[in-house]
């Protein structure tokens, strides 16, 4: 075992710092001011595109495609993306100045994984690009959608078309005004078995019959530009060419995309759990209550000493599934992918809670991060898959390997 970064990621790392340092950092205030701003509902904040190019110009770009997709991708190993991954984390907006946000990520992977090259030609090419944003259509509202074998949307072959139907909800990033993508989820082979029903097929975003019935609010914030939404999809129409990798792989699909995408959540909150913890420090050790520092209270020493613990447990964690995601593949790094979806999001939350304690009021306010923080890693729970249900696969392997 070697903790020792390469020559190679200690320049990306402190070339990515600098960037956050000189760029980033400074505006994140402006930013948050201006996307919350009622005038602005929806709208891009206009200053990400000349960020954009400024990271792409530092070479800061699409880090996140494994190097196994050489074309596509920078080269660098899921190990070797942990570290930049966490540093972006820091800010939980910042991913897109880099092309490196959910959901665009994930479907990045699958169009590179199994598109094909009429299909990356057309989609993959402007989402590298970052002229295009995209969004990933599953969940449903009428069904248990953590099992997707519920789906009940249905997307079924009609003359030289797929014919959609159905409604979904949850889909992050579909108000964003660049968002031209979909990657749809639903039934196609009903008479298979359950695992070989669904079918992921491609939907531009302006196809008629696609309709965002109701944007949803997450404890109160809407999260503009990107939000989540209500849809519904009634005879949407599409060509044959667009299904990917064929009927009934669907299930196949989701499985593959979520592998990566999970870990590069739990990254990402490795990134904003260590900034809480900072922040922490710095507060505790500026304010004075009944004539001692904060920080000489021993409860709140604790806090921060317990803090430190559980990241540096959570990031050990999470650098061993990447390097068992490089070295074996995402298949067999399934027990670490789920052990780290299990425990980064939860740490990251109660670290947060423990720095909005030592804050008092301003820490539930919007003048620190802490409280985005705090319910970015509360809705993360649930995300690409609640934590019962990782815990639940993750149970049964561990049992079935112990009692080989
Ligand atoms: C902010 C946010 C963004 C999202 N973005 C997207 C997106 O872009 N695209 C998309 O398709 N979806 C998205 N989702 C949806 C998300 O993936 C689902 O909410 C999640 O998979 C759970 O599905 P469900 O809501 O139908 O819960 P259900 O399946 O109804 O589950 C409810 C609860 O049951 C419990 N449970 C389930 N299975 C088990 C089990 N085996 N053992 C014990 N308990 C269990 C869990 O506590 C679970 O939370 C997003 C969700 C949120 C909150």
């Not at 969004?135 to 248990?144: D, F, G, I, L, S």
């Not at 797929?162 to 660049?178: A, D, E």
């Not at 520092?293 to 599934?321: H, M, N, P, W, Y």
């Amino acid at each position: 075992m070697n903790f020792e970064y390469s020559d190679k990621m200690k320049d990306l790392i402190a070339r990515l710092e600098a960037f956050m340092d000189e760029h980033v950092y400074p505006i994140e205030k402006e930013r948050n001011e201006w996307v919350h701003a009622e005038a602005n509902l929806w709208k891009a904040w206009p200053k990400m595109e000349a960020l954009k190019e400024k990271a792409r110009a530092a070479g800061l770009w699409n880090l996140f495609m494994p190097a196994e997709y050489e074309k596509f991708s920078p080269g660098l190993t899921n190990l070797e993306y942990a570290p930049l991954a966490e540093i972006m984390g820091r800010i939980p907006s910042c991913s897109e100045i880099f092309n490196c946000s959910a959901p665009d990520t994930g479907n990045m992977e699958v169009l590179a994984r199994y598109g094909t090259p009429e299909q990356q030609e057309q989609w993959l090419k402007p989402l590298l690009d970052g002229s295009m944003r995209s969004a990933y259509v599953m969940t449903e509202p009428q069904v248990a959608s953590s099992d997707a074998t519920n789906l009940e949307m249905t997307i079924f072959p009609d003359g030289d078309d797929y014919v959609i139907n159905g409604r979904k909800w949850w889909i992050s990033n579909i108000k964003h005004p660049n968002c031209e993508l979909m990657l749809v989820m639903g039934k196609t082979l009903l008479d298979n078995p359950r695992h070989t029903q669904h079918s992921t097929i491609i939907v531009p975003r302006n196809t008629p019959g696609v309709e965002i019935v109701r944007p949803l609010s997450v404890f109160g914030a809407v999260h503009s530009p990107g939000g989540h939404a209500e849809m519904l999809f009634t005879n949407v129409r599409v060509p044959k060419s667009n299904i990917i990798l064929g009927e009934g792989r669907g299930f196949e699909i989701a499985q593959g995309r979520l592998g990566p995408g999970r870990i590069h959540h739990c990254m990402r909150s490795i990134g904003q759990a260590q900034r809480a913890l900072e922040l922490m420090a710095q507060r505790v050790d500026s304010r004075t209550a009944f004539g001692r520092k904060l920080s000489q209270q021993g409860s709140i020493r604790q806090d921060v000493a317990k803090s430190f613990c559980e990241i540096e447990q959570a990031r050990l964690l999470t650098l061993k599934a990447a390097d068992s995601m490089d070295r074996y593949g995402n298949k067999v790094a399934k027990d670490l992918i789920a052990a780290i979806k299990i425990v980064a999001p939860k740490m990251a939350q109660t670290v947060a809670d423990r720095a909005i304690q030592s804050f008092g009021g301003m820490g539930v306010s919007g003048d620190t991060p802490i409280a985005n923080i705090f319910t970015v890693n509360r809705f993360l729970r649930l995300a690409d898959g609640p934590d019962e249900v990782h815990m639940a696969q993750l149970g049964k392997l561990k049992i079935a390997e112990y009692n080989k």
